[in-house]
T-cell receptor
Framework: SAVISQKPSRDICQRGTSLTIQCQVD?????MFWYRQQPGQSLTLIAT?????????ESGFVIDKFPISRPNLTFSTLTVSNMSPEDSSIYLC????????????FGEGSRLTVL | QQQVKQSPQSLIVQKGGIPIINCAYE??????FPWYQQFPGKGPALLIAIRPDVSEKKEGRFTISFNKSAKQFSLHIMDSQPGDSATYFCAATSGYSTLTFGKGTMLLVSP
C-alpha cells in the first residue's frame, strides 16, 4: 500500500486568500490525483498530476484557480486561489497502487473552511 | 454516460442486519467497479472491487453482486456491526486511473 500525508489537515481561511495543500507519498508514483469532496457529497476529480508535465484538469476546473505542482515522484501541491465560501470542501490527494492493481489510495484530506 | 447512480442515500439497519447498497452505470466500457468506505475525518479506503468477468465476489462479510446485462452492481454487508457505520461509495472506471464515484450512502448500524 501507499501512505499519503497531507498538510494542512484543516484550515480556516479568509475570502480572497490562497492556500497551498501539500501531499507527500511514501513511494514513487507516476500519477497523483486531486479530488474535492464538498460537505456531504461525493468525490469529484479536480486534476491529474504527472511528474514533469502540466497537470490535466477536469471539466469545470482551471489552472488559474487550482494550480498544481508536481516537482518529483513523491510530492505534489494543490493551491486553491482567491478563495470564496464555495471553495469550502475537503481536498483529497490520491495515488494509484504502485503494483498496478487499479486501486486508489487516498490521503486523509485537507478540510478547508472559507469565511 | 459517465455517471454512476447510487442508492439509497442513507440507510439504517440493526446490528446483524444485511444492508444492501445499489449502483447503476451507463458506460459499457467500465471494467472495474470498486467500493470505498469512508469514516468521518478520514479519506476513502478501498473495501472490495470486482471486474465484469465474475458475477459475485466475497471478502469477509462484504459481497459484491454484479449484473452485467442490467449494468448494476451492489454491496451486501453480512452480519453488520456498529463499526461498519460509515459512508460507502461505489465507483467505476474504464481504465486504472480516473474513477467515477457514486454520490455515497451513509450507513448507520444501530447496536
Amino acid at each position: 500500500s501507499a501512505v499519503i500525508s497531507q498538510k494542512p489537515s484543516r484550515d480556516i481561511c479568509q475570502r480572497g486568500t490562497s492556500l497551498t495543500i501539500q501531499c507527500q507519498v511514501d513511494s514513487q508514483v507516476t500519477m497523483m490525483f486531486w479530488y474535492r469532496q464538498q460537505p456531504g457529497q461525493s468525490l469529484t476529480l479536480i486534476a491529474t498530476a504527472n511528474q514533469g508535465s502540466e497537470a490535466t484538469y477536469e471539466s469545470g476546473f482551471v489552472i488559474d484557480k487550482f494550480p498544481i505542482s508536481r516537482p518529483n515522484l513523491t510530492f505534489s501541491t494543490l493551491t486553491v486561489s482567491n478563495m470564496s465560501p464555495e471553495d469550502s470542501s475537503i481536498y483529497l490527494c490520491s495515488v494509484e497502487n504502485p503494483l498496478g492493481t487499479g486501486e486508489l489510495f487516498f490521503g486523509e484530506g485537507s478540510r478547508l473552511t472559507v469565511l | 454516460q459517465q455517471q454512476v447512480k447510487q442508492s439509497p442515500q442513507s440507510l439504517i439497519v440493526q446490528k446483524g442486519g444485511i444492508p444492501i447498497i445499489n449502483c447503476a452505470y451507463e458506460n459499457t466500457a467500465f471494467d472495474y467497479f470498486p467500493w470505498y468506505q469512508q469514516f468521518p475525518g478520514k479519506g476513502p479506503a478501498l473495501l472490495i472491487a470486482i471486474r465484469p468477468d465474475v458475477s459475485e465476489k466475497k471478502e469477509g462479510r462484504f459481497t459484491i453482486s454484479f449484473n452485467k446485462s442490467a449494468k448494476q452492481f451492489s454491496l451486501h454487508i453480512m452480519d453488520s456491526q456498529p463499526g461498519d457505520s460509515a459512508t460507502y461509495f461505489c465507483a467505476a472506471t474504464s481504465g486504472y486511473s480516473t474513477l467515477t464515484f457514486g454520490k455515497g450512502t451513509m450507513l448507520l448500524v444501530s447496536p
